[in-house]
């Protein structure tokens, strides 16, 4: 009990921060916006209707899981800003494990992330995306598995970072590819082998293809839009989640202790 304790207070204080934090409210919304709005409404004035294909829902499921695990895994980066004002070093001098700390970012974060895809699915709405019921329900729990994913990808890449503007750096170049080698905007199933070889070990292909298939398969007539089934996702974000926690948490730890 005491260990949960300390993972809640720590996840409500991410909480709280982000309802005072105004101007990331504002950004984390505004590319989505940018991003379905005009770019998913263009794309799908320009190819969607020759193509019979809506392009536009095609980039607002990508879009939404994108943000999801990005959010996340930007909040627990945010680690390493905590750490140069010293806050992190008065939470790992107190009487918690190490890992309940960074399950709580994680845990944090994730919530953070979820009102964020709350406000991407009334922008869908208001766009004319298709969200049915079984969708939205099959959401909740998918949301937070994308959410908590991103979480330990934060945690792989703060551990091999010692400041923030290291982080500032090295965080748009680990993530912008991922944009269209995991497919946010394009279709990435015929990619030349280089490239396929990349999107396979892009740990946001799987994110997104996850809610694709979630997306695609409520539908009353089947669309093979996902590249695999749920099963073979979830396996894989499992697995990838296994690596990213043990391996970044104790590194992580490993360079606190050694300041």
Known sequence: MHELSAVLAIAHRDFVKLIRDRPRIIA????????????????????GGSGGF??????????????????????????????????????FVSPVSRYSIIAGKILGESLVALPQAIAIIVLGLA?????SLPFLL???????????????????????????QAANQI??????????????????????????????????RY??????????????EAVPVA????PVNLAVIGAMFVLFMGVGTTLFVRSERNR
């Open 28 to 47: 984390d919304l505004a590319f989505p916006l940018i991003f379905i709005a005009i770019l998913g409404t263009s794309l799908q004035a320009g190819f």
């Open 227 to 230: 590249l695999y089934s749920a």
């Open 171 to 204: 965080f748009p170049f680990v993530m912008l590819p991922q944009f269209f080698l995991a497919g946010v905007f394009n279709p990435i199933g015929n990619l030349p082998w280089y490239l396929d070889i990349v999107s396979h070990i892009s740990p946001m």
């Open 54 to 91: 809506n392009l536009l829902t095609f980039v607002f499921t990508g879009v939404l899981a994108q943000t999801i695990w990005q959010s996340s895994a930007l909040g627990v980066i945010s680690l390493i800003a905590d750490r140069e004002q010293d806050y992190s070093q008065e939470m």
């Open 207 to 220: 994110a997104i293809d996850l809610l694709r298939d979630v997306y695609y398969g409520a539908l009353p």
């Open 138 to 164: 099959s959401l909740i729990p998918v949301a937070f598995v994308i959410a908590i994913f991103g979480g330990a990808f934060g945690v792989i890449v703060l551990s091999n970072l010692r400041s923030q």
């Open 127 to 131: 766009l004319g995306v298709p969200l």
